[in-house]
C-alpha cells in the first residue's frame, strides 16, 4: 500500500467555497493551473446558483444543445432544443420529421399528469384486511395528501386515488400503498414524496403494520405521453425500405438484446429533449425502460405497422414525467430559454413533444440500420471528434476528416498519418 497517497477524507469539504474545493481537488490529483481555471469557468451556469443544485460543487460540464428542425406536432411547428454529446441524434430527427412534414407531421396524446407514490408496511398481522382499512380511508388520506401541497391543488392538481396491493416477498407479505397525485405542470417527485412521508405514520398505525419507504415510483404508467405519425411510401424511399425497417421492428419486439439499443436510439431523442429542459433524464429513462417490460419481457417502445394505403406507420407511448416548475427547469438558465424556444404551454404539451421526438429518432436510426447502416451517417461528425482526438485544431478539423472520410477508415491512427501529412505539406 502506498502510504503516501492522498487522501479522500477530506473532512468539511461540503463546507468549503468553491475555490476551496477547486484547491484540494487540485492538489488531491496534482492538476495544474489550467486545468483550474477550466473547472471555473461555469460558461452559462453561475457558479452560487450550481453550487445550490448539487453538493460538493467544483465546476461544470457543457453539453452542446441543438435544434431539430421540420418537427411538425399537432398541426403546429415546433424547432425543439436537444442537448447531447452523441452526434447524429439531432440530424436524426431532422431527418425523420422531413419524410413525415407534408404528410401532417405527428399527431399526440397524454394519458394524464398523475405520478404515483409508494408507502411500504411490513409486518402486518393481517394484510388483506389491512388492505380494506386504508382503502377506507381515502377521504382522510386525500384531506392529508392535499393539505402537503396548497399550491398544486390551487392549481387543480393533488390527490386523486388510493390503490393498495398485497405483494408477497421473499422478506414476507408487504402491503403497498398507492397515493395517486396530479401534478399538473410539475415533475412531481417532491411534491408526491413529502405526502407520502406525510401518509405513512397514519398507515402504520391503522394496520399496526411497519412503515418502511416512503417514495415515488418512477414506473409513471399514468404519466403516458403518446404520438403517432405514418410516412407515406413515396417520401421514404420505397416498399423495400419499409419492410426493411419493420424487420428490425419486428426484431426488436421479439428480442430484448434489440430492444434494448432499439430503445437506446429512442432515449437518444428523448434524454436530449429532457436534459436540454433541465428535467430528470433518469427519472424518464427508468420510467421508460419499466414500461418497456410491463408485459414481463423487454420489448419495444415503439410499435411499426403498414396502412391501408401501404403507408409506413409508428406509434409510441412512454411515461413521461417532465415538468415546467421545479427541479432545475426554471433554475438553470439554459432549460429556461430552451423552454422558451419550445413555448410549451404545459407539462402535457412538452411531454407530448417529447414523446413524437422519440419516434422520430426511432423511424431514423431503423431507417438507417435497415438501409446504409449506421456508421454511413455517423461517418462525417465521428470523423470530426477522431480528427480533434489526434490532435487538429482550426480549419485541420476539417480537413482531417475530410481525409478520413474519403479514405473510409475513421481511426485514430490513420488521423494522426492524416494530420502529419497535412503538417507537413503545409510545412
Ligand atoms: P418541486 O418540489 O421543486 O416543485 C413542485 C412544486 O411547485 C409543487 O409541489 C407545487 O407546490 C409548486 N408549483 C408551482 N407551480 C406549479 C404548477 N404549475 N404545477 C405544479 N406545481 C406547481 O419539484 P417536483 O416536481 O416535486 O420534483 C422534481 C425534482 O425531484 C426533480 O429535480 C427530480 O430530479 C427530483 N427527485 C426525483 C426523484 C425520482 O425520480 N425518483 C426522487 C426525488 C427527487
Redesign the pocket.
Known sequence: MDTHAPSSRIGGFHKFNVAERIDSVAKFAQLDDADKALLRNTGNLPAELADHLIENFIGTMNIPVGIATNMKIDGQDRLIPMATEESSVVAAVCNAARQCYDNGGFVTSMSGTEMIAQIQLTQVPDPQHARLQILERKEAVRDMCNAC?P??VK?G?GFRDLEVRVLDTRGGTMVVTHLIVD???????????TMAERIAPHIAEWTQGKSNLR??S?LADRRLARARCTWRLADIGGAEVRDAMLAAYHFAEADPYRAATHNKGIMNGISAVVMATGN?T??VE?GAHAYAARSGRYSSLTAWEVSAEGDLVGSIEVPM?V??????TKLHPSAKVALKILNAKA?EDLARVIAAVGLAQNFSAMKALATTGIQKGHMSLHSQNIAMMAGALGEEIDLVARALVELGTVRLDVAEEALQRIRTSKA
Open positions: 401541497d399550491i398544486l392549481l392538481g401534478t399538473r405542470d410539475a415533475m412531481g417527485a417532491n411534491a408526491v414524496n417514495i415515488l418512477n430528470d433518469r427519472a427508468a414525467a415538468g415546467l416548475v421545479g427541479g432545475a407539462a
